[in-house]
C-alpha cells in the first residue's frame, strides 16, 4: 500500500523554563542524560538522526527500553507529534505538515481507547459513518474484519462485556476496516497477560498475510520484536543502535547494548578479556583459559588488522557448557525451565548464566565446570563498545 522514508527525523521537546532561567542557560549544551533523554539549551532531545526506509507491506518493529524515543517517533508518523527536524514521506509524498486525519494511516493504541457507549459493531463502524460511506458498503467491511479476527459472535456487544484480548481485536478490527496504507501499533499486547500475548502475536502474524498494509509495531518486548518483525529497529536514548532482521541482531549484535538487549537471559560478558595473537592465529582469554576463535572470527579481525589486547567478550547463555575440566565455577541458583535449566554461578567473583539441557543431566552439585563455544564468542572494543567482529 505504501513505502515510508524517515530522514533525520529529530524531535525536541522546548524547555519549559523561560526568562532569565533560560537565559542563564544559554549557551550551554548538557552531555548528560537525564532520564534517558539528552538535554540541551533547546529542550529535551527525545529522537535524534532517525533515518529508515521502510518498504511497501513490510513489518518494522522499533524495539528498546522506556525512554528510549520509539513511541514518539511511532506518534510523529501518526501526525500526533510535530516533527522538530527531518523529513518524513508516506508513499512518496512529504507529509510534515499533513493532517493525521489525511495520511491514511490508522493506530491501535495500548489501552485499546474503544468508545464504551458503542458496541463492537459501531464502534468498527465509526470512522466510515464519518465519512459517508453506503451503510452496505459499511457493513461489508465491518463483518469481513470480524472474521478475519474472530470477533463476529462479539458484534453486539459492548467493551465492558469482553476480555482484554477481544477488546485489542476489536481494536485491531477497527483500525482495519479503513484499509489504511499504514497499520501503526503503539505497545498493543503489554496489557494482556503472558498466555494472551502468545495467543495475539500468532493472531497478528496470520492479520499480516491476510491485509495488504505496511505495519510499524512498538514494544519495549523483544520477544514480540524478535516474533513478529521482517526487520528490527534497536533504539536507545532517541539513537537507533542497530537495523536488522531478528537474525542478524541476534547473530551479529553491533554493539554492547545490542548485545545486552537481545537474548534471554542476556549475554555474559567478560570485561577482563585479552585478545592474543601467536602464529597469525587469534585467540582470546577468559577468566584465564584460552579460546582458539573460529574461522569466520579470524578473517573479521585479520581485515581490520585488529592489534591484541583488551576486549570485552561476551558468550550468550545457549553457548555456555558444562565441562570436565572446565572453568570451575560455583552454582548459586538452579532455574528449571521445563526441557532447559538456567544455572547461575560464580566463577572466581564473576556471575555467568548458562542454559543446559534437563534430559539425562540429572542434579548439578554445588561446583560446575564451564566452557565456551569459540565460534559464538563476540568480541567488543571496550573504548567504543562496537562489536568487532
Known sequence: MANLVL????????????????????DHVSDEPKANLQITDEGVVAVQQFSLDIADKEFIVLVGPSGCGKSTTLRMIAGLEEISDGELYIGGKLVNDVAPKDRDIAMVFQNYALYPHMTVYENMAFSMKLKKMPKDEIDKKVREAAAILDI????????????????????????????????????????????????????????RQRINT????????????MT?????????DGF?????????????????????????????????????LENGQYSVEILGRRFVLGAQQQEALKASNRQPGAVIAGVRPVHVQLKHGGIPA??????????????????NGTEIIAIVSTLGTGNHTDTVELDFLPECIHLFDPNTEKNLI
Open 7 to 26: 530522514k533525520n527525523i529529530k524531535k525536541i521537546y522546548p524547555n519549559a523554563a523561560g526568562g532569565k532561567k533560560a537565559k542563564k542557560k544559554k
Open 152 to 207: 463476529t459472535q462479539y458484534l453486539d456487544r459492548k467493551p465492558k462485556a469482553l476480555s482484554g484480548g477481544q477488546r485489542q481485536r476489536v481494536a485491531i478490527g477497527r483500525a482495519i476496516v479503513r484499509e489504511p496504507k499504514v497499520l501503526l501499533m503503539d505497545e498493543p499486547l503489554s496489557n494482556l497477560d503472558a498466555k494472551l500475548r502468545n495467543q495475539m502475536r500468532a493472531e497478528i502474524i496470520k492479520l
Open 214 to 225: 505496511t505495519f510499524i509495531y512498538v514494544t519495549h518486548d523483544q520477544t514480540e520484536a
Open 228 to 236: 513478529l518483525g521482517d526487520r528490527i529497529v534497536i533504539m536507545k
Open 240 to 276: 537507533i543502535q542497530q537495523i536488522g532482521t531478528p537474525q542478524e541482531v541476534f547473530n551479529h549484535p553491533a554493539n554492547i547494548f545490542v548485545a545486552g538487549f537481545i537474548g534471554v537471559p542476556q549475554m555474559n560478558f567478560f570485561k577482563d578479556a585479552k585478545l592474543l
Open 330 to 347: 560455583n552454582l548459586e541458583v538452579s532455574e528449571m525451565m521445563g526441557s532447559e535449566q538456567h544455572l547461575h554461578v560464580n566463577a
